[in-house]
């Protein structure tokens, strides 16, 4: 199960608290890529490294522990790998300080920021994965966003996803308009 969205959505903040509660696994995908050397090349430009998906979805294969109702991937690359996902999502402005606060270049926030309007990590997952949530957390706390998710979980491992089907509809989340005015 892929916890994606564009970076500074709430991904590791919620991975991190369902993470403490060892109820499914977590695996982090960015730190596995950096700490294993599961990319192909550095990229200077945009300050980041380009992964090597066919050695990232090896490994995550090797360290899936059957043991958890699932194993969640922590990663704007994770519905890459992944069959359902939840897609977080930030209305841009707020996206914007967040991303400002962790002290990402202008032009790197203004990247995300295009990508966060143009629903990027969404299409993507609506191309590649089975079944897709999305859960706005721009006026959430991680609180509120990680009951959401838990839900979200709970009726995947029931497979009873209807209700919630409906309630995290892909495309329910949208503010092209707001931030391209």
């Known amino acids: 199960m892929g916890i ?11 991975t991190a608290r369902l993470e403490k509660k ?6 982090h995908l960015n730190e596995l890529i950096r700490e ?11 300050d980041c490294v380009v992964a090597d998906m066919d050695l990232v979805e090896k490994r995550v294969m090797e360290l899936i522990d059957k043991r958890y ?3 969640l991937l922590d990663s704007h690359l994770s519905h890459h790998l992944s069959d359902s996902v939840i897609v977080l999502r930030t209305k841009p402005d707020i996206l914007g300080e967040r991303l400002a606060k962790r002290g990402y270049s202008a ?5 995300n920021l295009d990508a966060e309007a143009l629903d990027v990590i969404l299409v993507e997952s ?14 959430q706390s991680v609180d509120y966003t990680v009951a959401s998710v838990e839900e979200i979980l709970r009726s995947l491992v029931k497979g009873e996803t209807e209700k919630v089907a409906q309630r995290y509809k892909p495309g329910s989340v949208e503010w092209s308009e707001d931030f391209y005015g």
């Open 4 to 14: 994606t969205g564009t970076p500074g959505t709430g991904k590791t903040a919620v």
């Open 22 to 27: 060892r109820q499914y696994q977590v695996i």
């Open 36 to 46: 294993e050397g599961l990319y192909c090349e550095v990229d200077r430009e945009r």
């Open 69 to 71: 109702p699932a194993t």
């Open 107 to 111: 032009e790197k926030i203004g990247e």
């Open 126 to 139: 609506v191309e590649w994965c089975e079944r897709v949530f999305e859960v706005d957390t721009t006026n």
